[in-house]
């Protein structure tokens, strides 16, 4: 199963996917012109990895910002892994936000609501 | 050079501290400038700063894919929306403006819309963007822009029309971010 490795733009964040150690991350803004022509090859690699096998998935979400287009995307995607989830696979989320972002802060909780596996919310420090 | 518009808009910032305005073919590179900017000019205020990019990056994408005048951005790609945007500053808050055609149906629809997200109470306007996001896409675009502005603003914001021919009307967008929005 191929990699997806996507490098951050102004608007787009930078995407890894990585079959080989279980690896989700998506890392920098989000605010495509078209969300979810954005997010397809996500759901694509999704839908291949959570294909008949159990495998265990580490997700790390550190988005400084996402528009609200994307924030649907980005439930699509804890909705797909509550699923996989569900039917057995380890599934482990990290979500992070910068101290006094409360916003981002809320956001994690909102999407954590609910789900079957392990949502972290860290906060990261000032440099 | 027109002196009298230039001088109105001369003496109006003055009054308000005019940190961005134009009009022009709202490309996704233009927001993703301008974003950058006020992400520079408001870093260190995170709370604040990510509230203002949020609510700008809303109401420029609006134009860009919902305003009734497409032209060519000269950057390739498909034609983007025609509009103007200001942001200024007046007395501890942050006005963030657009000004745009559409059509005459969809600006009553708006003006609903906006009526009903202006006068719920926050927890009311959480739960139905929350309804909202869950809820199944009509189309490329979630529809979820009001909704990020009704949160983001606490509610302030507004709509205003005026009518310009039988099809369309020219509608202002504001919205209104308090700057002590990291101290609350």
């Known amino acids: ?127 | 050079m027109d002196t009298k518009r230039m001088h109105r808009v001369y003496t109006r910032s003055g009054h308000n501290r005019m940190l961005i305005t134009f009009k022009t073919v709202v490309s996704q590179p233009l927001i993703e400038r301008l974003a950058q900017t006020i992400k520079e000019q408001w870093g260190p205020k995170k709370l604040y700063a990510g509230r203002l990019q949020a609510v700008f990056v809303e109401m420029a994408q609006n134009v860009l894919h919902h305003s009734a005048e497409k032209a060519d951005a000269g950057e390739g790609g498909t034609p983007c929306g025609v509009g103007m945007m200001e942001i200024s500053e007046e007395e501890g808050r942050i006005k963030v403006q657009s000004g745009n055609l559409i059509l005459r149906d969809e600006s009553l629809r708006l003006a609903e819309q906006v009526d009903w997200w202006t006068s719920c109470e926050a927890e009311e306007r959480k739960r139905r963007q929350d309804r909202q996001r869950k809820a199944p896409r009509h189309g490329p675009h979630a529809g979820l822009g009001l909704a990020e502005l009704a949160v983001k603003t606490g509610g302030r914001f507004y709509v205003n029309f005026e009518t310009v021919s039988d099809r369309y009307d020219f509608v202002v967008i504001t919205a209104i971010l308090e700057t002590g929005a990291d101290h609350e």
């Not at chain 1, 997806?4 to 920098?28: F, K």
């Not at chain 1, 839908?47 to 979400?61: A, F, S, T």
């Open chain 1, 1 to 127: 199963m191929n990699e997806l490795n996507l490098e951050s733009g102004v608007s787009t964040p930078g995407v890894l996917l990585s079959a080989d150690s279980g690896a989700m991350r998506l890392t920098g803004e989000c605010y495509p012109e078209n969300a979810v022509e954005f997010f397809r090859p996500v759901f694509q690699w999704l839908d291949e990895y959570m294909d008949g096998r159990h495998r265990p998935l580490k997700v790390e979400v550190s988005l400084s910002y996402f528009n609200s287009s994307s924030s649907k995307c980005l439930l699509d995607v804890v909705e797909r892994l509550d699923e996989y989830a569900r039917q057995g696979a380890s599934v482990m989320l990290w979500w992070h936000y910068a101290e006094g972002d409360e916003d981002l802060l809320e956001s994690g909780k909102e999407l954590a609501d609910g789900v079957s596996f392990p949502f972290h919310l860290v906060m990261d420090e000032e440099a």
